[in-house]
């Protein structure tokens, strides 16, 4: 299985999180801040069919994309737990 985000417009698309957290491959096009979340070998220009299809199949080549380290459960929790007991 491959997620596909196929947007023209993102913010900060939490379904490619979902999607990276739970193993499954993800392609996107390369619009809002998805740039920051998969490495460009897997983005692929808003608006062209051609490359996303390109994107996709390097995806499936490739080895997962893993959930970048500040989005890992751990680390989350350690840096909620830093902030509450602070306060």
């Given at each position: 299985?491959?997620?596909?985000?196929?947007?023209?417009?993102?913010?900060?698309?939490?379904?490619?999180?979902?999607?990276?957290?739970?193993?499954?491959?993800?392609?996107?096009?390369?619009v809002g801040d998805v740039p920051l979340l998969?490495?460009?070998t897997v983005l692929a220009p808003s608006g062209d069919p051609?490359?996303?299809?390109?994107?996709?199949?390097?995806?499936?080549?490739?080895p997962p994309v893993a959930l970048p380290e500040r989005y890992q459960q751990s680390v989350f929790v350690d840096r909620t737990l830093q902030v509450v007991l602070v306060e």
């Open positions: 299985d491959v997620f596909l985000l196929a947007s023209v417009h993102e913010g900060g698309p939490n379904v490619v999180l979902e999607a990276l957290a739970s193993g499954t491959l993800v392609a996107a096009t390369a998969l490495p460009a051609h490359a996303l299809a390109d994107a996709v199949e390097r995806a499936i080549e490739s």
